[in-house]
Nanobody, 127 residues
Framework: QVQLLESGGGSVQAGGSLRLSCVES????????LGWGRQVPGKEREGVAVIYSGGGATDYADSVKGRFTISRDVAKNMLYLQMDNLKPEDSAMYYC????????????????????WGQGTQVTVSS
């Protein structure tokens, strides 16, 4: 059973930084991906960053490239999202997520949703 628990959300001014953390368990062996998605009320959930098993390759949504960094500590079962130069439009509920490796690109393209999601942590960026 996949379990994902996020922490680290909060309020910050535009231009500031936050680091989200996620404790992950039950993510099966083999090729998979872990990622972060976000959702604002009234809009569909979107994937923002993905990291792949077996090498740690990463990929990002265009809206966060150059500002967000996803990383993983496999030994500690932790996933992170470092968010720098935050903008008001980054305000959302952020979710830790997981799925098969072949789903990562589809999620970032908006063509699919992650199969597993945590309960979310709120990020608010004020101007």
């Amino acid at each position: 059973q996949v379990q994902l628990l996020e922490s680290g959300g909060g309020s910050v001014q535009a231009g500031g930084s936050l680091r989200l953390s996620c404790v992950e368990s039950g993510v099966t062996a083999g090729r998979n991906c872990l990622g972060w998605g976000r959702q604002v009320p009234g809009k569909e959930r979107e994937g923002v960053a993905v990291i792949y098993s077996g090498g740690g390759a990463t990929d990002y949504a265009d809206s966060v490239k150059g500002r967000f960094t996803i990383s993983r500590d496999v030994a500690k079962n932790m996933l992170y999202l470092q968010m720098d130069n935050l903008k008001p439009e980054d305000s959302a509920m952020y979710y830790c997520a997981a799925d098969r490796a072949d789903m990562g690109a589809l999620v970032l393209a908006g063509l699919a949703d992650f199969g597993y999601w945590g309960q979310g942590t709120q990020v608010t960026v004020s101007s």
